[in-house]
């Protein structure tokens, strides 16, 4: 498990905390592209799952832009 270290975030203003590794997708279900991730908190103490590499700037982007499973999470 990553240590609990902040990292910038594309539009998210404030730092992010590393806290987790997962997997993308539901419990239970299948649901999901199934890559890894990273779970951070926002600056307003919610989660967040984040690709597991930064860009070259070292700014880490929200899964939600890159999966290719993301409209299933949509309510």
């Known amino acids: ?22 997997v993308c997708g539901r419990a239970g279900s299948w649901r999901g592209c199934r890559q890894r ?8 103490g919610k989660p967040i799952p984040l690709d597991p590499a930064p860009d070259p700037d070292g700014i880490y982007t929200a899964h939600f832009a890159t999966c290719p499973d993301a409209a299933a999470f949509r309510r």
């Open 37 to 44: 991730i990273l779970w951070g908190r926002t600056p307003a």
């Open 1 to 22: 498990m990553p240590t609990r270290r902040p990292v910038t975030v594309h539009r998210i203003s404030g730092p992010v905390i590393i806290e987790a590794e997962g």
